[in-house]
DNA sequence: CTCTTTGGCGCG
DNA sequence: AAAGCGCGCCAAAGAG
């Protein structure tokens, strides 16, 4: 293994350093690739975090190197040399967060990453180790030098001392433009060693490709972004915040002392207040610290326990505080904050979570209020001639497991309740077919209060938790759930089996291997936490629900609705239509939803709309 | 002053 | 034998 003391480092500042370049780059490149990367800054007297954005921020420097050399390119005086070198270029092009990398150029070049010959160190380093680091620096230190991560000190040191931002930092200070010339060699040495898994023909090339192609996808649809009716994220803003600052106004005055301020915003505060005017707390209500919760579920109970006191009023004020605050300063204040001439366009981050989900931020559009559709109306379609549509996968988790299990009751109640539903039967539904059939009554239908139970059952299950938690959540005694998991047992023992198995696999793993895992459909392997074996079903369903979605939205891309996608909310996606052919979008988009082979069960999705607003697809 | 942790709450 | 899974954002409060 190369240290990195032969590198060879440059910055183009002339015309004979950019002939230079263009002889370099004609020559040889071990294995057919250059690594690529940008640095980005504010404008000169704008927040810092706009250096991130491309729509705030501007391009300071494009680096291109290979293992052994790198080149700064500063971009006001020469992005010129950049796409006169890109041009030439036919081999791989290799990134660490071609997301950031593809937006940038997407939004302000007219250098469009070719994908075809495109590469990511990031996504191929979270397939490898979903639980590992991301940071380029730390993943070369881990797989290629020891010394990488040293190198940034330098810069990090320069920086501080000079008060310089990521804007503000000279393009000719030696630190910075080395340190990310730098980075490009680092990269395609990371590659190189990461291809080891991921490259053509190994153990992850399947799930690396499937990320890949994923990643364009959504980097399309971050750029299409969501565009929201800014006057009415006004109007609202203004209305929740004034009406919830009326509150607190109210409670703290009414609740301070002379000599001391309280607030009821503060639950610490909170905790004395209630305790003054009489509310008691339960033994369970407490935080994994052991203060006292001052939670929805406490206040509620306060407003049902403490019916006509003040401690049910406060409570009642409390909770619509929260309420009207939450909406106005997560969901409507970041809409405005965000927003480009209209349109959100989000972070997008397709491997966020440790079973392969995607994540959402600036703004967290994955979790949006549905109680009500205050939040989901500020979405509207992309422009006059377009409405909004969603498609959702049906109960996506819980057909994986039915399949998973291979338990042939499970599957046929399954497969029934669909046909009987295809047939007008408005219980064709599976929680109720199973209802009837654990509880052998045939009268019962969707209405019956037993299918909450079930539900809540088999929910609690697929996440892991005990019986216990399940009776918690469901609202009904132990011994009654009890009855529940042990009637389900006895019917479908493929479940019961299948989790076994899994937990026993894992185990066994962990012995051999040093790490309990599961294997996804495509390959990917999902690690859990030591000791926590029974996190694996979940894994297991979580991941291969998440990868489903990713391959659907493959399908979408195939059929040419890309421009179309506008939010990925883990099993529903939000899209912006023609209105004049949405019958036939929608019906091209139900059928890109499903998937059935290789299931068996079925996984099926359902379309809704077209809609003028969101709020008009909750439910 | 900034950074981190905790509790709370929104989503699938 | 028992174990609720995965995220992001905000306000308050503690730490440095």
Same mark, same amino acid.
């Given at each position: ?15 004979q ?6 002889t370099w780059?004609? &020559?040889?490149h071990?294995t ?24 705030h ?11 052994n ?28 967060n ?28 979270h397939i490898?180790?979903?639980l ?14 020891? !010394? ?35 980075d490009?060699v680092?990269?395609?040495? @990371? ?12 153990r ?6 499937l ?16 565009r929201? #009716? ?14 919830s600052?009326?509150v ?6 009414l ?6 301020? !309280? ?11 209630f305790?003054?005017?009489?509310? &008691?707390w ?7 610290t ?11 109970r306060f ?17 619509s505080?929260r ?38 931020t600036?703004p ?11 939040? !989901?109306?500020?979405?509207?379609a992309?422009n006059e001639?377009?409405? @909004? ?6 109960q ?10 291979? #338990? ?20 064709? #539904?599976s ?6 059939d654990?509880?052998?009554?045939p ?13 809540g ?12 938690k399940?009776?918690?959540?469901a ?5 009654q ?14 479940a019961?089996q ?11 793993r ?13 390959? !990917?392997?999902?690690?859990? #936490? ?14 291969g ?38 019958p036939?979008?929608?019906a ?5 939803m ?7 069960v079925?996984l ?6 077209p809609?003028?607003?969101w709020?008009? @697809?909750?439910?």
């Open positions: 293994m190369a240290d990195l003391s032969g590198v060879r480092l440059e910055r183009v500042d002339s015309v350093k950019a002939g230079e370049l263009m780059l004609s &020559e040889r071990e057919n690739a250059i690594g690529f990367d940008i640095e980005t800054g504010e404008y000169l007297g704008n927040p810092t975090d706009d250096a991130l954005s491309p729509y921020g501007h391009i300071r420097l494009a680096q291109i190197g290979d293992q050399t790198g080149w700064a390119i500063p971009w006001d005086e020469w992005s010129g040399v950049f796409y006169e070198a890109m041009s030439r270029w036919e081999g791989h092009i290799i990134t660490h071609i997301a950031f990398e593809a937006k940038w150029m997407g939004v302000q070049s007219r250098f469009k990453m070719p994908w075809e010959r495109s590469h990511d160190t990031m996504i191929q380093a490898v180790d979903p590992g680091p991301g940071a380029l620096k730390v993943l070369t230190s881990r797989y290629v030098d020891r !010394r990488a991560a040293a190198m940034q000190s330098m810069l990090d040191e320069a920086m501080a001392k000079n008060g310089w931002t990521w804007g503000t930092v000279p393009t000719t200070l030696q630190e910075y433009w080395a340190y990310g010339a730098l490009t680092l990269t395609v040495r @990371l590659w190189d060693k990461l291809n080891e898994d991921c490259g053509p023909g190994k992850y090339a399947g799930v690396y490709d990320e890949m192609a994923v990643r364009r996808v959504v980097t399309e649809m971050e750029m299409n972004g969501a929201v #009716d800014v006057d009415y994220c006004e109007r609202k803003y203004k209305e929740l915040h004034d009406y600052s009326a607190k106004s109210w409670g703290d005055e609740y301070s002392e002379p000599k001391k301020k !309280r607030s009821i915003t503060s639950n610490q505060d909170l905790v004395k207040i305790t003054e005017i009489g509310a &008691e339960l033994e369970e209500e407490r935080t994994p052991g203060q006292r919760q001052m939670n929805k579920a406490v206040l509620k407003i049902n326990d403490y019916d006509g006191t003040q401690a049910a009023y406060l409570a009642t004020q409390v909770l505080m309420k009207a605050s939450k909406l106005a300063d997560t969901y409507f204040a970041n809409f405005m904050h965000y927003n480009v001439d209209g349109v959100l366009h989000p972070n997008i981050r397709t491997l966020a979570a440790r079973t392969s989900r995607m994540s959402i600036n967290a559009l994955q979790t949006l209020g549905k109680g009500e559709r205050t939040v !989901r109306d500020a979405f509207i992309r001639d377009e409405m @909004l549509i969603s498609s959702d996968l049906d996506v988790e819980f057909r994986m497991f039915a399949s998973l299990s291979e #338990d042939p009751q499970l599957i046929a109640l399954f497969n029934k309740a669909d046909a009987d539903y295809a047939g007008g039967d408005p219980n064709g #539904d929680f109720t077919y199973i209802m009837r654990l509880y052998n009554n009268a019962l239908d969707k209405k019956s209060p037993q299918r909450k139970l079930i539900k059952y088999i929910y609690g299950r697929l996440y892991g938790a005990g019986v216990a399940q009776a918690l959540t609202g009904v005694p132990e011994e759930m009890r009855q529940v998991a042990e009637a389900f047992d006895r019917n479908y023992p493929g019961k299948f989790t076994q198995k899994v937990e026993d696999s894992g185990m066994r962990f012995r051999e291997e040093g790490q309990g895992y599961i294997l996804t459909k495509t390959g !990917r392997r999902l690690p859990c #936490d030591e000791g926590k074996g029974y996190t694996l079903v979940n894994y297991m369903i979580q991941g629900a998440a990868e489903v979605f990713k391959q659907n939205l493959l399908k979408l891309d195939a059929a040419g609705l890309t421009d179309y996608l506008v939010v990925p909310v883990h099993d529903e996606i939000v899209m912006s239509i023609p209105k004049a052919e949405a036939e979008i929608m091209q988009v139900k059928e890109c499903t998937t059935r082979e290789g299931w068996a079925p099926t999705a359902g379309c809704d709309g809609a003028e607003r709020g008009d @697809l909750i439910d």
